[in-house]
């Protein structure tokens, strides 16, 4: 893999969001699961990610939130820990289920409750 701006951005990122995890995947990536690590580091967060219109915690907001819509608790459990990284607090993360509940529906709402509060709790931070 050819190392650049966005690759470089992307690593730092991934690493300062989900801390050595964040990078593991990139690091043992083989030539089946590198082409996903590239594009969740250049483009997701390299590219995306970085750009100036919004702050990361905003980002991390919005992340959640979408991620309740679709019920993918793997990666709501993962986001919740970049977003306390970057300045989410508990209670933020509660407010956005409840607000979440209203257009996404109490059952996937009642799941991803169940989710972040374990990965508060993951992380010390319930």
């Keep these: 893999m050819k190392k650049d701006e966005l690759y470089e951005r992307g690593r730092a990122m991934r690493e300062e969001m989900f801390g050595q995890p964040g990078v593991r995947t990139i690091d043992t990536a083989d030539d089946f699961t590198e082409p996903l690590q590239d594009l969740v580091t250049r483009f997701c967060f ?6 100036e219109g919004l702050d ?4 991390s907001m919005l992340t959640i939130a979408m991620i309740i819509g679709q019920a993918k608790p793997d990666q709501l459990k993962n986001h919740v820990v970049g977003a306390l990284a970057n300045g989410v607090t508990k209670d933020e993360l509660r407010e956005i289920l409840v607000h979440a509940a209203v ?3 109490l059952p996937a709402v009642s799941d991803s ?14």
């Excluded at 390299?46 to 750009?51: A, E």
């Excluded at 990361?56 to 980002?59: G, L, N």
């Design 46 to 51: 390299g590219d995306v990610w970085s750009r």
């Design 56 to 59: 990361r915690k905003t980002r």
């Design 113 to 126: 409750w169940r989710h972040v509060r374990q990965a508060l709790e993951e992380a010390n931070a319930y």
């Design 103 to 105: 257009y996404y529906g």
